[in-house]
């Protein structure tokens, strides 16, 4: 039984818009960098603003690798952000579905991350519309108002 719960927690919901993602890389190109989410790997990350995303993957012998999103965020600062998660992962004050999935796809979950120089606005602006076309299961708020109300329907 234990087993069957541990299995259910790895169930990630998604919803798939290539056409999304091809509209946010054509009007933010940014260049993505991934490091594994690991005690020791922030000196991996630079301490510039940015945009991030958690992605948990796996390749099957021979198929492409399959990767998914399970959450994205924007940051002044993505060396202390990333800090910042490996605290909250163990920490009873932390955020219970960021919690969640840093434990259980801990030793897997991957930390991408784009160095991205704007104003504060700009970077909510940008990581709305990160959201909108990754839909990652564990980015609770942060959509536009029109995929929200979409999202909430079936998440």
Not at 41 to 69: D, H, K, M, R
Request: hydrophobic share 40%; charged share 25%.
């Amino acid at each position: 039984m234990e087993e069957i719960a541990a299995d259910e927690l790895r169930i990630i919901r998604c919803a798939v818009y290539p056409g999304r993602w091809a509209q946010f890389s054509q009007d933010h190109g940014l260049n993505w960098q991934v490091v594994p989410f690991r005690a020791g790997g922030a000196t991996c990350v630079p301490e510039s603003s940015g945009l991030y995303c958690f992605i948990v993957g796996n390749s099957l012998g021979g198929l492409p690798q399959v990767l998914f999103p399970l959450y994205a965020g924007e940051t002044e600062n993505l060396r202390s952000r990333y800090m910042q998660y490996l605290t909250e992962r163990n920490s009873e004050r932390g955020r219970k579905q960021v919690r969640k999935f840093l434990n259980v796809f801990w030793g897997e979950a991957e930390f991408c991350f784009a160095e991205h120089e704007a104003a504060k606005p700009r970077l909510r602006e940008i990581e709305r519309a990160l959201n909108d076309s990754l839909l990652p299961p564990y980015s609770l708020r942060d959509f536009s108002a029109e995929v929200k109300a979409s999202r909430n329907a079936w998440q």
